[in-house]
């Protein structure tokens, strides 16, 4: 892209040819050291500044592109759980038809250090509307790009509740039945936590996304955590 807005660098690639014309020249009229050093460093800063712009760029649109398929899984989760779409959630459980967002999985949690107090938090009220409004909160700043910072901070929050709820460190559960864990430590809510992080700390919103517009507001240049 940084090639085609500014078609002059094209010369870049033709100096080292100019550099040897003038050095066969150079005979006639030898050039200072000074010269000669100044041509060297144009020669090579050139294509080194049109290389790392390049990569940036495409850098910048895989992030961008990673962001938005990371906000669509959240999002998603959160449109089936609320009208049951019959992919994990069937219509008649449904939250719009009286269903618990939070009830099915937690209920069932039966392994960690923590089962008794999520099966106590299975279908409250309060639990339901945390889980809900967190998970359409991340989809949605995830997929246009602002504050994506305070969405990196719920989701590892999200994510790290729900690691727990399933334990993978370990092999059974209370009730002596495999826990089928294929992995003790990383599994896909870390790595979803992770992805959530390292998108908020390269500014991943920038580039097909509303970080720009939104880092601009005046709340947010004061508190930059928001970004």
Same mark, same amino acid.
């Given at each position: @892209? ?5 078609? $002059? ?7 080292p040819?100019?550099?040897? !014309?003038r ?5 006639e ?7 000669? $050093? ?18 940036s ?17 959240? *999002? ?5 759980k609320?009208?049951?779409?019959? &992919? ?6 449904? /939250?719009? $038809? ?9 209920s069932?949690?039966?392994? %960690?250090?923590?089962? %008794?107090?999520?099966?106590?938090w ?14 359409? %909160?991340?989809?949605?700043? *995830? ?6 910072? =305070? ?11 729900? /690691?727990?709820?399933? /334990? =993978?460190?370990?092999? !059974?559960?209370? @009730? %002596?039945? =495999? ?8 599994? &896909?809510?870390? @790595? &979803? ?16 996304? *509303?970080?720009?517009? /939104?880092?601009k ?11």
């Open positions: @892209m940084a090639v085609q807005h500014h078609p $002059e660098r094209h010369q870049g690639f033709h100096l040819s100019l550099r040897i !014309h050095a066969a020249g150079a005979a009229a030898p050039a200072s050291p000074d010269t000669t $050093e100044a041509a060297m460093t144009t020669t090579t800063a050139a294509p080194a500044t049109t290389t790392t712009v390049a990569v760029a495409v850098t910048a649109r895989v992030l961008a592109g990673v962001r938005v398929l990371t906000g669509f899984i959240f *999002l998603w989760a959160f449109l089936d609320t009208f049951g779409l019959n &992919y994990a959630t069937a219509s008649e459980r449904a /939250w719009t $038809e009286g269903g618990s967002p939070t009830k099915g999985f937690l069932g949690v039966a392994v %960690g250090p923590m089962q %008794g107090t999520l099966r106590d299975a279908g409250a009220g309060w639990a339901d509307w945390l889980f809900m409004l967190g998970m359409l %909160g991340i989809g949605v700043a *995830l997929i246009l790009g602002f504050a994506l910072k =305070p969405a990196a901070v719920a989701a590892t929050v999200m994510m790290a509740l729900m /690691w727990i709820a399933e /334990w =993978p460190l370990a092999q !059974h559960n209370s @009730m %002596g039945d =495999p826990t089928m864990s294929s992995n003790p430590l990383v599994d &896909y809510h870390v @790595m &979803y936590a992770v992805t959530a992080i390292a998108l908020a700390a390269l500014a991943a919103g920038n580039t097909w996304g *509303l970080g720009k517009t /939104w880092a507001l005046p709340v947010v240049r004061d508190h930059t955590w928001l970004r």
